[in-house]
């Protein structure tokens, strides 16, 4: 399994990343042709990341997208894959699966104004997140965090390699089971420890090492730190709670789970 930091900016895109988007990649056999090939998952498409995304994979090649919440840094830029699927010249494309909080399909269509019956219900098949699930070679199991509105972090597994990422979320309990024992931990931290944050919202820097270490995760990779903060500041809470691996994402990152 292979994980692609396409964009990692917290929030709104920023001057070195654009907003959040992971590709995980992994082989896996087709059930319509028996041939064995790279399957591609989307996690999140946001502001931006469309575009930074077709430098790693086609977006026609894409498998499934997975959208942890309805936020726009998180969802935004399904507007634009919209356009891609409906009028690209080669034709229209099948149906691609998207799961996402209840409630996906009608936010989609009013984001691109198009009638909240119809959609993108042409281009997408939209499916609830709720109980665990198949993707190709991917086992993917969903983790309802603590945000404003219906979010989610999801556990990936493939074989023995594990990828577990947070979404967007404030402190809870549900990061021990989905990052435990993973063999990386894609975390937020948006927070400064010591400011005046706003409660069930998003991590600091130590909250997200503490629940690393808690989980027992064997990387750290921190992300979705805004552009109005230095990142040096929260890897440095992070480091104070947590003492094994950790980087900060950056957009381009490629990380190898076996």
Same mark, same amino acid.
């Given at each position: ?14 001057? =070195? ?14 059930? =319509?042709?028996?041939?064995? *090939? $790279? ?11 469309? %575009? ?20 726009? !840094? ?9 356009? +891609? *699927?409906? @009028? ?17 399909? *009608? ?8 009638? +909240?019956? $119809? ?8 499916? *609830? ?13 969903? @983790? ?14 493939? %074989? !023995? ?26 975390? =937020?931290?948006?927070?400064?420890? %010591? ?25 750290? +990779?921190? $992300? ?13 809470? +992070? ?7 950790? =980087?900060?994402?950056?957009? %381009? ?6």
């Amino acid at each position: 399994m292979k994980l692609t930091i396409v964009g990692c900016s917290g929030s709104y895109p920023g001057p =070195e990343s654009v907003a959040s988007c992971y590709l995980v990649q992994a082989e896996g056999n087709d059930a =319509e042709s028996g041939k064995r *090939r $790279t399957w591609n998952l989307v996690l999140d498409l946001g502001n931006g990341a469309l %575009g930074q995304l077709q430098r790693y994979v086609d977006p026609l090649d894409v498998d499934a997208v997975l959208l942890s919440h309805l936020h726009a !840094d998180h969802c935004v830029d399904m507007t634009s894959y919209y356009v +891609v *699927r409906k @009028y690209h010249p080669t034709g229209t494309q099948p149906k691609l699966p998207v799961w996402g909080p209840k409630g996906t399909r *009608r936010r989609l269509a009013k984001a691109y104004d198009l009638p +909240v019956k $119809t959609g993108m219900s042409e281009e997408f098949t939209f499916h *609830r997140l709720e109980g665990g699930f198949h993707v190709g070679p991917f086992a993917i199991t969903p @983790y309802e965090v603590d945000h404003p509105v219906p979010a989610f972090g999801f556990r990936i597994t493939v %074989g !023995d390699a594990v990828l577990a990422y947070s979404g967007d979320t404030g402190p809870t309990d549900a990061l021990l089971d989905l990052a435990a024992d993973a063999d990386l931990f894609l975390c =937020e931290a948006s927070f400064r420890a %010591g400011d005046d944050n706003p409660p069930s919202l998003h991590l600091t820097g130590a909250e997200a090492g503490e629940y690393a270490s808690k989980a027992d995760a064997k990387l750290l +990779v921190v $992300t979705h730190v805004p552009p109005w903060h230095e990142a040096d500041v929260i890897m440095g809470e +992070v480091v104070s709670a947590y003492s094994g691996p950790a =980087e900060l994402a950056v957009a %381009g990152a490629t990380y190898d789970l076996g």
